[in-house]
């Protein structure tokens, strides 16, 4: 398991690298990987964000069938491995979990799909009726991605600009991603993630499903004592993963943090919580 959280935060990590990097590769004539986490290109393979799809569709637009394409294929990830995006994929998660290591607020709250539902649907409600895909705008994973994009532009053209030009264009597409997280962490919660971030709703209804893995409890074999347990306090969303209610498959990202140390407690016994598919 140590292996695993290790690895996780490797990936984490090499994603918000490799965004950064790929403007500056792909000026220098590399092409097998290119886009935005909006519509993203490896070596042919699509990958795009499943709401993004049916924004345009509801804007009134067929997608493409590269952006389809590239829907399905998050989706049927999130319907394999369960929300694995939230917890090893995305840039602005990996950011926001660094934070909430810094200042942790161990208070407890309700689950926040409702709210993130909520926002999904009067996003969607309105791109009909402003025939854009209003709902990018509060993707800060996406939205951190194409800035890297945008913020390499002045700096890496023929072109000499002045210094507060250049300021400004690479500052201007991280504006809201900092600002969020200034607000985690001076509250200590993962604010976007839990309760406001639209696109990770269509992930969470294919996690949802039967075939997607979740975490599972077997807490006969639990032997914390009480207000020691080392899994409660692991969880970086702030879920109870001991309350089914707490961390559902609505809410729970399936990164881990609660099995390894439920894992570390028990030694060689086998853990009180584990992740797999139900029997």
């Known amino acids: 398991m140590n292996r695993l959280f290790r690895l996780r935060r490797f990936v984490q990590a090499a994603v918000l690298l490799l965004l950064a990097a790929l403007p500056w590769l792909n000026r220098s004539g590399f092409t097998g ?24 569709f509801l804007s009134g637009i067929v997608p493409g ?26 840039p602005f998660g990996f950011l926001s979990e660094l934070v909430h290591k810094l200042h942790r607020n161990d208070a407890r709250k309700p689950g926040g799909f409702r709210s993130r539902a909520a926002v999904a649907a009067v996003g969607l409600a309105l791109v009909p009726l ?19 994009i945008t913020a390499s532009a002045p700096l890496s053209a023929k072109t000499v600009h002045p210094l507060p030009q250049q300021v400004f264009f690479f500052a201007l597409p991280f504006l809201p ?35 997607a893995p979740r975490l599972r409890r077997r807490l006969d074999r639990c032997t914390c004592k009480p207000g020691a347990q080392a899994c409660r306090s692991a969880c970086p969303l702030g879920l109870d ?23 570390r407690v028990h030694g060689e016994a086998p853990a009180a919580l584990e992740i797999g598919r139900e029997t």
């Open 33 to 56: 990987m290119k886009g935005s986490l909006f519509a993203f290109d490896c070596f042919g393979l699509p990958f795009a964000d499943p709401l993004g799809a049916v924004q345009v």
């Open 65 to 90: 069938w590269r952006l389809i394409g590239g829907a399905l294929l998050a989706l049927m990830l999130a319907l394999c491995l369960g929300r694995v995006f939230c917890s090893w994929l995305c």
């Open 130 to 148: 402003l025939g854009i895909p209003l709902l990018n705008q509060l993707s800060l994973p996406g939205g951190l991605s194409l800035g890297l």
């Open 177 to 211: 991603v900092l600002a969020v997280l200034i607000a985690e962490a001076v509250t200590g919660k993962r604010l976007w993630c839990r309760w406001v971030c639209p696109q990770s709703v269509l992930l969470t209804l294919m996690a949802r499903l039967p075939l």
């Open 241 to 263: 993963p001991r309350s089914p209610r707490s961390a559902s498959p609505l809410e729970c990202t399936n990164c881990g943090a609660c099995v390894l140390a439920c894992s």
